[in-house]
């Protein structure tokens, strides 16, 4: 499947972890196939990824100014009006914090299950920030919507450069490019996969990752 539990959606994917690495010098062209849920799955697409001999580090440890965000919503074997109110309560939600906010609902025709899901992403001048969620059966719509826009709300207002889902994904990158120089970052919480990776590569590199808590209770994130 491209959007089911415990994973990154596609949408997360392409918008959101693929420009972070772009950053670092990861060449990537994407193309979606046909979308997959649980429990059949089948999703199918194509990740091409051109060779680079040298990835460069993460420098994210300023404040950044997200003023727009974006979204995708896509549904499969469902009724229109979910996507419909899954779009209407994310943007409530963000207008009351004046956030602009544009999102796109997409119908899938050839997926083999129905699914639906939400992907945010707001973009500063130098990171990519997002959240996302997939729908569940008895879980209304707009809680789903609703949810997601709240997450994404969360990662703004905490000073976050790094949302917390992108940030045990980027750190295997970011030991990668411990040669050309130190990477930071800060995210609003170390998740427990976020522990587990800074444990594990240590295990494997010679690299010194250090956490320190700041003032608002973020985490920076050095790696050298």
């Not at 010098?25 to 990824?49: M, S």
């Not at 229109?80 to 914090?97: E, F, N, Q, S, V």
């Not at 998740?191 to 985490?219: A, E, G, S």
């Amino acid at each position: 499947g491209k959007d089911v539990k415990w994973a990154p959606s596609w949408d997360y994917f392409t918008n959101i972890f693929l420009p972070l690495i772009k950053k670092m010098g990861v060449k990537t062209d994407t193309q979606l196939i046909r979308r997959g849920y649980y429990p059949q799955g089948g999703g199918e697409a194509i990740l091409k990824i051109y060779p680079t001999k040298e990835i460069f580090p993460l420098h994210l440890k300023e404040k950044q100014i997200f003023k727009q965000v974006n979204g995708i919503i896509h549904l499969s074997k469902l009724p229109d009006h979910i996507g419909k109110r899954m779009k209407h309560a994310a943007i409530k939600t963000l207008l009351k914090k004046n956030i602009e906010t544009h999102i796109h609902v997409e119908k899938t025709t050839d997926a083999f299950s129905e699914g639906t899901g939400i992907t945010l992403w707001s973009q500063s001048s130098q990171t990519t920030i997002g959240s996302t969620m997939l729908g569940e059966k008895g879980v209304p719509a707009e809680k789903i919507g609703e949810e997601a826009a709240t997450q994404l709300i969360k990662e703004i207002e905490s000073g976050a450069t790094i949302d917390i889902y992108a940030a045990d994904q980027i750190i295997p990158y970011m030991v990668l490019a411990r040669e050309k120089g130190e990477s930071s970052c800060i995210v609003r919480k170390l998740t427990d996969h976020t522990k587990t990776n800074i444990w594990l590569l240590q295990q494997f590199f010679d690299t010194k990752i250090k956490t320190i808590k700041q003032k608002n209770n973020t985490t920076q994130l050095i790696i050298k």
